[in-house]
Structure formats: structure tokens, C-alpha cells
């Protein structure tokens, strides 16, 4: 069956405090991973798509990582506005488009 | 680029009542839209696939009769949610994908309340 799972489930930091936030799946034909961002009561905002092992995106203080069984979203020196839930999903080949989203870590960074 | 919106963003019913949520991509056409449910501090649970010009497609589960996905054109899908009880009051969110970049970009969402 295919999974992802998010690590941790909630993470609070330090403004300042850098972390890793990881998204480790089991599936058969990947196509792409993908990183968004929600906040409460929102959709969810795109962040970055990875689509091999060894690509790694960046955009502010974020970088995202992909190897053949995970991938890591990196927080470097958080603030508060990036307080935020952060999901993953992957994308498969042949499943028309549809997203298996992880459950989200939810991270919360303190000032 | 790649905006979806959707209408309304907040709607409250009484029950027995039916409610269409409207989901449309702003600045491009999208062939595939999806309608998602999310539940507090929950993910996002795939509903049903919605494809321009046919019927559309169903995850295991959700009920084709209660909840009526009409995708009329390249840019507009709706989401009607028949005979409305409280057990169905939730965030419900649409996404389309932007072919270009291959990237689903989601819509806003519509806070559904249903006394």
C-alpha cells in the first residue's frame, strides 16, 4: 500500500533555531513530491516539487531535499510568520494526478 | 500565476438543505480539478476527481449522490453537497493543476456549517 508519514507530528523552535522537518514514503512510481504550506483556516500554499533522489530546491529560509525513500524540508534560522502546518504528498504515475498527503507536521516557532 | 478561488468562503445551512461550493482557476484551464474534506487538525482527504466534459470520479466511500461534482468548463467545478446534515459540516477545499509546471495549486477552501 502506498504511504507517506510525517515526522514530527508538531515541532516548536526558537526563532532562530534551526530544524528538519521529514516526509519518509513507500510507494511504487513516483512522479514528483511535493512540499506545501497551510495555515489555519486556509488552502494550501505550494511550496516546492522534487522529482529525483539528490534534487534540492530552496526558497528563503527553506530547502527541500529528496533521496529514494524520504525527504526533508529544512528550516534554517525559523521566524515566526513561518509558524505553520507543512505537508508532503507524492504523486504516482498512472493515478491521473491525484496526491497521497502525509499528515502534516505542524510547527510552531516561538519569538 | 496559478490562482484558484473559491465561493463561498464561509456558509452556513439548515439541515435538509443543499449547498454548491464553485471552484475556479483564475489565470489558466484546468482539464483535472479535485475536491478535498479536511477535519481539524487532520490532512487533506481526497473526495473525488473532477474532469472537464465527463463524470467524475469517486474515492471509495464518498457518496456520488450526496456530494454532486459538475466540472461544466476549463476553468469552473462545483461542489454540491445534497440533502445537508451536520455530519457533513467541514473545510472543504478544491485544487487544479496547472499543467505547465505539473503542480496542483489548491483554492482557498469553503467553511461548511450545517445546523
Known amino acids: 500500500e502506498d504511504q507517506v508519514t510525517q515526522s514530527p507530528e508538531a515541532l516548536r523552535l526558537q526563532e532562530g533555531e534551526s530544524s528538519s522537518l521529514n516526509c519518509s514514503y513507500t510507494v511504487s512510481g513516483l512522479r514528483g513530491l511535493f512540499w506545501y504550506r497551510q495555515d489555519p483556516g486556509k488552502g494550501p500554499e505550494f511550496l516546492f516539487t522534487l522529482y529525483s533522489a539528490g534534487e534540492e530546491k530552496e526558497k528563503e529560509r527553506l530547502k527541500a531535499t529528496l533521496t529514494k525513500k524520504e525527504s526533508f524540508l529544512h528550516i534554517t534560522a525559523p521566524k515566526p510568520e513561518d509558524s505553520a502546518t507543512y505537508l508532503c504528498?507524492?504523486?504516482?504515475?498512472?493515478?491521473?494526478?491525484?496526491?497521497?498527503f502525509g499528515q502534516g507536521t505542524e510547527l510552531s516557532v516561538k519569538p | 500565476g496559478a490562482v484558484v478561488s473559491q465561493h463561498p468562503s464561509r456558509v452556513i445551512c439548515k439541515s435538509g438543505t443543499s449547498v454548491k461550493i464553485e471552484c475556479r482557476s483564475l489565470?489558466?484551464?484546468?482539464?483535472?480539478m479535485f475536491w478535498y474534506r479536511q477535519f481539524p487538525k487532520q490532512s487533506l482527504m481526497l473526495m473525488a476527481t473532477s474532469n472537464e466534459g465527463s463524470k467524475a470520479t469517486y474515492e471509495q466511500g464518498v457518496e456520488k449522490d450526496k456530494f454532486l461534482i459538475n466540472h461544466a468548463s476549463l476553468t469552473l467545478s462545483t461542489l454540491t453537497v445534497t440533502s445537508a446534515h451536520p455530519e457533513d459540516s467541514s473545510f472543504y477545499i478544491c485544487?487544479?493543476?496547472?499543467?505547465?509546471?505539473?503542480?496542483?495549486?489548491f483554492g482557498p477552501g469553503t467553511r461548511l456549517t450545517v445546523l
Open positions: 485544487s487544479a493543476i496547472y499543467e505547465s509546471t505539473d503542480t496542483q495549486y
Open positions: 504528498a507524492v504523486r504516482l504515475y498512472n493515478q491521473g494526478g491525484k496526491l497521497i
Open positions: 489565470d489558466f484551464q484546468a482539464t483535472t
